[in-house]
C-alpha cells in the first residue's frame, strides 16, 4: 500500500512495525561502506598480470627513449596513440598524466585561472567567476570550483543530459560563467547518457565569454553494464564541423580499468589547447610515469583489447547493480516513498527519497552500520535543496555485503518517510 494512502493510525503502526526491524540491525553491529564507486577485489585482480610485462626486459618505447628515464612530457607514443582511441582524439590532441583525471581537470582550472585561456586574461583578473554544474553531479568536481571561489549555478539533469535551454541562456547572456562540468556518459550518479541532440548543442556553444571550457569528463566511456551499449558522439568531432573545437577539454582514465591507485589519466582537446597547456606542463614537470604508459600499452596491447577486458569488470558488478534495482522495486515501489536510475553503465544509482528525507535516511544507516555517500553530496557546496538525493555506490562491497546493506536502506527510507509524513 502507498504509504500517501495510509491513514494516521496505518502510518503509525507501519512506523512503529519499521523501528523495531531497524533497531535489530542496530544491534547486529555491522560495519559497511557503501560510500564511493571503488572497484572490489575481485576487479583488481583482473588486472594483476600487468604487473608483470617488463619481465620481458623491454623499456624502450618507438621514439627511441628508455621509459625508466626522464623525458617525453606529454607520454610515450604509444600511450598517445592508445589513449586517443579512448577519449576520442587525435595524437597531437592528447596529454598523458600521472594516475589522477581528477589532478589533470585541477591542473587546468588552475591555470586558466592563473595564467588565462590562450593568452587571455587570467580567471583571477576577472572579476566575478562563475560555473555551471548540472545536478545531481559529481562531488569532487564542485569541490575543485568552490575551491577557486567561484559561484557554482545548478543546471538541472533531464534523461538526455543537462538542460541545454538553461545552458545556452546563461553563457550566452553572461561572461562571467567560464564553464561547465559534464559527466557525458553514464553521468555521476544518475547514470544518464547525453543524446546526440545534446553533445551537437554543447560543441555549438556560443559563449559570452571567450574562454569559456566545457569540462567534459568522460569517465565511464567503456564502462557498460549491458552486451550492446549505445555510443555518445565525439564532441570534438562535432566541434570542428562547427570551427568551434577550442570550446572543450576532454578527460578520462584507466582508474576503474585496472588499479585505482596506479592507472593512467588522459587529457584531450584541440591541438591549439593542447599547446598551449604544454607549456605550462613543462614547467612544473620533466615526465609522468611512462613506465606505468608502457604497461599499460603492453598489457593491453590494442584498445579492442582493453574494451574485451571491460566485460569481465561487467560479468562482476552487473549483478550488484541487479539486486539494487530489485531491492528497490520490491522494497520500495509499491509504498511510493522514492524513486531511482536503473543505469546501463558507470558506478552509481542515484535515488531520490521523499523530499527532505535523504539526510535523515543516511544518519540511519550511519547510526547502524553501514556508511553512505553524504547527502548533498551530488550537489555544490553538499546542498540538495531538496534534501531527497542519495548516491548509491554498489561496486565495493560482496555481494552479501551489498545484500544485507541494502535491507537495512529499505528500512530507512521506510522509517525516514513515515516519520516525514507523521510530522507533516
Not at 600487468?50 to 624502450?60: E, P
Not at 557554482?152 to 533531464?158: A, F, G, R
Not at 589547447?273 to 610515469?289: E, F, P, Q, R
Request: proline fraction near 5%.
Amino acid at each position: 500500500m502507498n504509504l500517501s494512502e495510509m491513514s494516521k493510525e496505518q502510518l503509525i503502526s507501519f512506523k512503529n512495525e519499521t523501528e523495531a526491524l531497524y533497531n535489530d540491525f542496530k544491534a547486529q553491529g555491522l560495519c559497511l561502506n557503501m560510500s564511493r564507486g571503488n572497484p572490489c577485489k575481485e576487479q583488481l585482480d583482473l588486472s594483476l598480470d600487468m604487473l608483470n610485462v617488463f619481465d620481458d626486459g623491454k623499456f624502450m618505447s618507438e621514439s627511441g627513449n628508455d621509459v625508466r628515464n626522464y623525458g617525453l612530457l606529454d607520454g610515450i607514443p604509444e600511450a598517445k596513440e592508445f589513449f586517443s582511441d579512448m577519449i576520442g582524439v587525435n595524437n597531437d590532441e592528447i596529454i598523458i598524466f600521472g594516475n589522477s583525471s581528477l589532478n589533470a581537470m585541477y591542473f587546468a582550472v588552475q591555470l586558466a585561472y592563473n595564467k588565462g585561456v590562450l593568452g587571455g586574461t587570467p580567471w583571477s583578473q576577472s572579476g566575478k567567476l562563475k560555473f555551471l554544474c548540472p545536478v545531481p553531479g559529481y562531488d569532487r568536481h564542485f569541490k575543485v570550483t568552490e575551491f577557486f571561489g567561484f559561484e557554482m549555478i545548478n543546471i538541472p539533469m533531464t534523461p538526455t543530459g543537462p538542460d541545454m535551454d538553461m545552458i545556452e541562456k546563461l553563457v550566452a547572456e553572461d561572461d562571467s560563467i567560464k564553464g561547465i562540468w559534464c559527466v557525458p556518459q553514464y553521468s555521476n550518479p544518475q547514470g544518464i547518457s547525453y543524446s546526440d541532440e545534446t553533445v551537437k548543442r554543447f560543441a555549438a556553444l556560443k559563449p559570452a565569454a571567450k574562454d569559456f571550457r566545457i569540462f567534459w569528463d568522460n569517465a565511464y566511456c567503456i564502462h557498460h553494464l549491458t552486451e550492446s551499449p549505445k555510443p555518445i558522439l565525439n564532441i570534438l568531432d562535432e566541434a570542428k564541423k562547427v570551427g568551434n573545437e577550442d570550446i572543450v577539454y576532454i578527460f578520462g582514465s584507466t582508474s576503474k580499468i585496472t588499479f585505482p591507485g596506479a592507472g593512467v589519466a588522459v587529457m584531450g582537446a584541440s591541438k591549439r589547447n593542447i599547446d598551449d597547456l604544454k607549456k605550462a606542463l613543462g614547467i612544473s614537470i620533466i615526465s609522468y610515469d611512462k613506465m606505468n604508459q608502457f604497461r599499460h600499452v603492453k598489457y593491453f596491447g590494442t584498445f579492442a583489447n582493453m574494451c574485451e577486458h571491460m566485460k569481465k569488470h561487467m560479468n562482476i558488478i552487473a549483478p550488484k547493480f541487479k539486486l539494487v534495482c530489485d531491492v528497490l522495486k520490491k522494497e520500495i515501489a509499491p509504498l511510493g516513498i522514492g524513486s531511482w536510475t536503473e543505469p546501463e553503465g558507470g558506478y552509481f544509482i542515484s535515488f531520490d527519497a521523499m523530499n527532505g528525507c535523504a539526510k535523515r535516511i543516511v544518519q540511519l544507516c550511519s547510526e547502524a552500520g553501514v556508511t553512505l555517500t553524504g547527502a548533498g553530496a551530488t550537489f555544490p557546496y553538499g546542498i540538495d535543496p531538496d534534501d531527497k538525493n542519495i548516491r548509491i555506490a554498489p561496486t565495493y562491497p560482496p555481494i552479501e555485503d551489498l545484500a544485507k546493506a541494502l535491507e537495512l536502506f529499505v528500512i530507512c527510507v521506510k522509517l525516514a518517510s513515515a516519520e516525514k509524513m507523521l510530522s507533516e
